[in-house]
């Protein structure tokens, strides 16, 4: 996973004292979902 998705959804989610849209959430969330999807794609294809 490269790095800065990683840190935004992490970072989101590690910093309960700023406030978040449950858009902001939704979007980082989505991004992150689709990154895994796609890494286990790729992986199914070294298979």
């Known amino acids: 996973m490269n790095e ?7 970072k989101l ?4 004292s700023q ?5 902001e959430i ?3 969330n ?3 979902t689709k990154t ?3 890494n286990s ?3 199914n294809n070294y298979s």
């Open 13 to 16: 989610v590690s910093e309960p």
């Open 26 to 28: 939704q979007n980082a």
């Open 41 to 43: 794609q790729s992986e």
């Open 36 to 38: 895994i999807r796609t």
């Open 4 to 10: 800065p998705l990683k840190k935004s959804l992490f």
């Open 19 to 23: 406030k978040l849209t449950n858009e």
């Open 30 to 32: 989505e991004r992150f």
